[in-house]
């Protein structure tokens, strides 16, 4: 394999069909499938056959539905799943305020800011940080009390939950490691997301995350909807990320005794709570409202064979859509390696003002157009209508390139939240943080006048 195709193969699943329908990959065993009904046990009869609730369960069970959507909304549109646990998770002391993270639930503060917004790789702290600690807003905007906005985070962090547990009661999490991977465990079961893969947490769904050394990643919260597919219109029936390559886990359970912490991200605060048992008791479940992974190097990049510099739409992978057809709540899109052999053509991304905003991550490599200064574990922000695209030196360089075929994005993987809201940034991002780059408005200056008339 030469070198050219080995980039290509980076991040390549390593899935084996493993019967009945399971996948495995990395070890762990999954369901595949995107929005499907599943059912799973870890116990051979935990399942209650022809009811959800019979008046007993088998294995001495208790039955709990958690629903993901409100019970009369239309059938395509509704989430709920039934979780046959060990104990109810009512289970539980109080829950008592804890300031344990720099998580941000109200935007109303935050001062408006349309400048160009660069960052830095986020730092990863030496001190003992887990997921939960090193949860940090960067922008948002609307109310997770009205089900209404989104809010972008990163996490840095060292250390794993060990016998602690996370929710939230204000929204879905769309998860994208950037360096370490992450074991999750969920009520659902376990998964493993690696760099280049996503993982997505529905509301209320109790996870616990395990990490191998230093960490970091970039975190999506909607706080109304749900993330689905999106529309693939006259590309056909097959394209972009097609639903098989999805995983959701099998049931696997844990019977431990002792005291245990349930942390819960509620109203935009945080809270922490005491049990005396595993929150991680389900031995059996059914249902559509479940946890999932994607490889995004399974994703089938679309992209245009004449001519022109094709919409970045084309690129999503998941959207979370508003009742306004068409206009996304948020857009998760991704920049893969692709072929690109449009003629006559300026290739890389056009210079663009949006009536959405950008939000830009990168995973692994450099970004086609800034490769200098936008670093892995970074970040970009371009707010509703502020002009960005490509920096001097990829403009030059672009203008005059041989248009030949070639391979763009070459072990690279950027991606972008694209939002119809008007985002703002909180005052961590702006200055706490520590790595906001000033002077970015610089890598567009010396974009000279060109203009002539023979």
């Given amino acids: ?39 799973s046990e870890a116990v051979s009869g935990a399942l209650p056959q022809g009811q959800n609730a019979p008046q007993t369960c088998p294995l001495g069970l208790y039955a709990e539905q958690l629903s ?45 800011d349309p400048n160009q917004m660069r960052w830095d790789p986020f730092p990863i702290s030496d001190a003992k940080t887990t997921f939960v600690e090193g949860l940090s807003t960067v922008a948002g905007a609307g109310d997770p009390t009205m089900r209404s906005g989104a809010a972008y985070h990163m996490y840095t962090c060292n250390t794993s939950m060990d016998k602690d547990a996370f929710y939230n009661s204000d929204g879905d999490f769309l998860i994208v490691p950037q360096q370490g991977t992450l074991h999750v465990r ?9 760099a280049n893969e996503i993982c997505v947490i529905p509301r209320g769904i109790r996870m616990r995350v395990a990490v191998e050394g230093p960490s970091r990643g970039y975190v999506c919260e909607i706080f109304g909807g749900r993330f689905e597919l999106p529309n693939l219109g006259p590309i056909g029936a097959n394209g972009l990320a097609n639903p098989r390559d999805f995983q959701c886990p099998v049931a696997d359970y844990e019977d431990v005794e002792g005291e245990h912490l349930v942390y819960n991200k509620f109203q935009g605060k945080m809270f922490v709570a ?68 449009q003629e006559h053509t300026f290739r890389p ?17 450099h970004y086609e157009a800034k490769a200098e200064g936008f670093q892995p574990g970074g970040a970009t ?15 030059d360089g672009a203008s005059k390139a ?4 070639e391979r763009v994005a070459e072990g690279t993987q950027a991606f972008m939240f694209e939002s119809s809201l008007s985002v703002k940034t909180t005052a961590w991002a702006l200055k706490d943080c520590g790595c906001k780059q000033e002077g970015y408005l610089n890598v567009w200056k010396g974009l000279e006048k060109k203009f002539k008339v023979e």
Wanted: proline share 9%; glycine share 8%; hydrophobic share 35%.
């Fill in 186 to 194: 969920t009520e659902f079961g376990r998964m493993t997301v690696a």
């Fill in 68 to 112: 993901g959507s409100a019970f009369t909304q239309p059938r395509k549109e509704n989430f709920r799943s039934w979780l046959y646990r060990i104990r109810p998770s009512v289970g539980h002391e109080p829950f008592e305020p804890i300031d344990c993270n720099k998580v941000v639930g109200s935007f109303a503060d935050c001062v408006p």
């Fill in 274 to 341: 005491k049990q005396d048992h595993s929150p991680f008791d389900v031995v059996a479940w059914h249902g559509n409202n479940y946890p999932y992974k994607y490889n995004l190097a399974n994703f089938n990049v679309i992209n245009s064979v004449s001519f022109d510099h094709i919409d970045p739409s084309i690129f999503t992978v998941l959207t979370c859509p508003t009742p306004t057809p068409g206009v996304a709540l948020i857009d998760f899109a991704i920049f893969p390696p692709r072929w690109s052999v």
């Fill in 349 to 365: 991304p056009y210079y663009h003002r949006n009536c959405m905003s950008e939000f830009m991550g990168l995973i692994l490599g």
């Fill in 402 to 405: 041989d248009l030949k075929p």
């Fill in 381 to 395: 922000l371009h707010s509703m209508m502020t002009p960005h695209g490509p920096d001097k030196q990829c403009f």
């Fill in 1 to 39: 394999m030469d070198a050219k195709r080995a980039k290509l193969e980076l991040g390549k699943p390593k899935v084996e069909q493993a019967g009945h329908g399971l996948v495995k990959d990395s070890g762990l065993l999954y369901l595949t499938g995107f929005g499907a009904e599943h059912t």
